[in-house]
């Protein structure tokens, strides 16, 4: 069992940054690939970035990539999101995942999920 606890959404002016963290319980987190999705209202939720286990191998939607930097952190048992240049389209419900499929794009292939946190990017 993996329980997430995403933090550091908040309200921010296009063009600004934010972080975001996950923190995981669980003695398996290392085993884990992670990812992040995000929800808008009325839309489905879509792909952000993952990143293997062992953090050597990351994946993005050409909508963030250049822009957002996924990493994490073993030690620590956390994923992090450094998302600069926001956009107002940014604005979303983000969620963090775990998980051990081959998609790492796919929502279906993450079993533990957080609770999610707010981004909103101000125009």
């Known amino acids: 069992q993996v329980q997430l606890v995403e933090s550091g959404g908040g309200l921010v002016q296009a063009g600004g940054s934010l972080r975001l963290s996950c923190a995981a319980s669980g003695r398996t987190f290392s085993s884990y690939a992670m990812g992040w999705f995000r929800q808008a209202p009325g839309k489905e939720r879509e792909f952000v970035a993952a990143?293997?286990?062992?953090?050597?191998?990351?994946y993005y939607a050409d909508s963030v990539k250049g822009r957002f930097t996924i990493s994490r952190d073993n030690a620590k048992n956390t994923v992090y999101l450094q998302m600069n240049s926001l956009k107002p389209e940014d604005t979303a419900v983000y969620y963090c995942?775990?998980?051990?499929?081959?998609?790492?794009?796919?929502?279906?292939?993450?079993?533990?999920w957080g609770q999610g946190t707010q981004v909103t990017v101000s125009s």
């Open positions: 995942a775990a998980g051990d499929g081959l998609d790492r794009r796919s929502l279906y292939e993450y079993d533990y």
């Open positions: 990143i293997s286990w062992s953090g050597g191998s990351t």
